[in-house]
């Protein structure tokens, strides 16, 4: 039975330049661009990078991979997948019960766990929120509280040109 090839590389692999097994692991400082095509910045990301030691061709894994979302999500100003995870395990709340409570669904928290998508600005910036555990119980309160209301229609004399926040 074959065993299935991946683009990922670990220290065991052979150079998928020269298929030399002399590769070496180094920490380097990696700059890649970022963005679209005419608007793109330099990031840097300190990752750990394969070295054939035969042909000296580079290449990264999945840490490397972890290492340059990371740079991305500080970049654009959001939270990073070990951060939003951190603040959920602080929570003390599974995932399920996290994404109820924060209004999440939870397929997007899933891909801001894994990298696998960054965050909007605002729930990027909940989640920053959710920190602080008064604010997990002022949100409790709030969701038990729309959970108790029976939908109902608006009364018939509302003022039509706006809803009005009765919390
Ligand atoms: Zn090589």
Request: aromatic share 6%.
């Given at each position: 039975m074959q065993q299935e090839t991946s683009g990922m590389h670990d220290s065991q692999e052979l150079c998928i330049e020269c298929g030399g097994a002399r590769l070496i692991e180094r920490v380097r400082e990696q700059s890649f661009a970022y963005g679209p095509p005419g608007d793109q910045v330099l990031l840097t990301a300190s990752m750990p990078v394969f070295i054939c030691e035969d042909c000296g061709y580079e290449s990264f894994d999945e840490r490397g991979e972890a290492a340059r979302h990371a740079a991305v999500c500080r970049h654009l100003g959001v939270q990073t997948p070990d951060e939003v995870r951190m603040t959920r395990e602080r929570t003390g709340l599974s995932r399920a019960e996290f994404c109820q409570l924060a209004g999440f669904g939870p397929a997007s928290l899933q891909r801001w766990e894994s990298g696998m998508v960054v965050p909007n600005a605002s729930s990027d910036r909940l989640i920053f929120l959710l920190r602080c555990p008064d604010n997990i119980e002022r949100l409790r309160k709030r969701v038990a509280t729309i959970d108790q209301e029976p939908p109902s229609p608006p009364?018939?004399?509302?003022?039509?040109s706006g809803l009005v926040c009765r919390t």
């Amino acid at each position: 039975m074959q065993q299935e090839t991946s683009g990922m590389h670990d220290s065991q692999e052979l150079c998928i330049e020269c298929g030399g097994a002399r590769l070496i692991e180094r920490v380097r400082e990696q700059s890649f661009a970022y963005g679209p095509p005419g608007d793109q910045v330099l990031l840097t990301a300190s990752m750990p990078v394969f070295i054939c030691e035969d042909c000296g061709y580079e290449s990264f894994d999945e840490r490397g991979e972890a290492a340059r979302h990371a740079a991305v999500c500080r970049h654009l100003g959001v939270q990073t997948p070990d951060e939003v995870r951190m603040t959920r395990e602080r929570t003390g709340l599974s995932r399920a019960e996290f994404c109820q409570l924060a209004g999440f669904g939870p397929a997007s928290l899933q891909r801001w766990e894994s990298g696998m998508v960054v965050p909007n600005a605002s729930s990027d910036r909940l989640i920053f929120l959710l920190r602080c555990p008064d604010n997990i119980e002022r949100l409790r309160k709030r969701v038990a509280t729309i959970d108790q209301e029976p939908p109902s229609p608006p009364p018939q004399d509302a003022d039509r040109s706006g809803l009005v926040c009765r919390t």
